[in-house]
C-alpha cells in the first residue's frame, strides 16, 4: 500500500490565506485607549441613567401595586354576588348594609401628623378594609413608589418619610353615601355591580388613581361625569406629569395629562374644588371615563 501522500499534498499552515498570517493581537496601548474610551462614554452616560432609571422603576412598581388593587377589587366582587366594595364618603362604613360594611378603606389624610396619614391597620385590617384579606394584608400597594417622599415639614420634623397611601376610587365606583353638596350632586350616579358598567364598558371606566398629594383625603375621588369647570379632586402627576390609573376590566395604565394638571406642584396644603376651563382635556378624560347610568 502507499502511504505517501499525494504529490499536491500542502500542509494546514501552508493552506491558510495570506491575511491570516498578518494578523497580530492589540497592543498594550491600544488596549489601554480602548479602555479609556470606554471609561470616559460611562461617565458621559452615568447621569442621564440615574436620572431615567429610578424614575422608570417606580412606575415599573406603581403599576404593580394597581394591578393587585384591582385584581383584589375584582376578587371582592366575584365573592359577594358582583356587588362592588363600598367607596362612602370619607371612606365612613355603610350604615344600609349588615353591621355597618366598611369602606374599601378608612381614614382621612391630610399634612398634619394625625394618626390616619400612617396607619397602615386602615388598610388591610378587616375592621376599616373590605380589600385587606384580598390583598394578602399588603399595605405597601396603596402608596405610590414615587409619592414616598412626600411629607410636610410638621410630618418630617417628627421622623415620617412618607405617608401609607397616595391612591384613591372613583366615587361613582361602589355603594355608599356620597357629598351631596357638588354642583352635580343632584344626578350623580354610581355603579354597585359589575354588570352596571355599561356608559361606558368596562374597559373605560375608571376605578382607582394615583391622587395629587394636596388633594388626597379620604379614599373617595369625585369627578363629574360631564364637562365642567371644576376640579373637586385632582389626579396625582408623580411619574413626570403622569399617573396611574386602573379600569373596571382589570386593565392599568400610566396616564399623560394634558393640561395644567401635568405640571402641578406640591404646595404641601390641602387644595381642593380647582377651576379650570370647560375644555381643560384632563377634566374632560376623568368625566369620559367616569360611569355613568
Known sequence: MNTNPPADFKSLSAQRPDHDRDRRAFTL???????VTLGILAVLLLPALA???PASTKAFQCLNNMRQLAQAWTLYAEDNHDRLAINSDKSNPYPNTPNGTP???FGFMDWSTRPDNTNTAYLVNDTYSLLGSYLGRNYNVFACPADAYFVSPPEASVGWDHRARSVAMDAAVGNGNKYAGFPFSATFWWAKKMTDFHNPGPSDCWVFADEHPDSIDDGIFYCA???TTLFVERPGNQHGGAGS???ADGHVEIHEWQGPVA???VKYQVQNQIPCSITDPDMLYLAQHTPQN
Open 29 to 35: 496601548t491600544e488596549l489601554l485607549v480602548v479602555l
Open 51 to 53: 436620572n431615567t432609571q
Open 103 to 105: 369602606s374599601w378603606i
Open 225 to 227: 361625569p360631564y364637562p
Open 245 to 247: 390609573i386602573t379600569f
Open 263 to 265: 405640571n402641578s406642584p
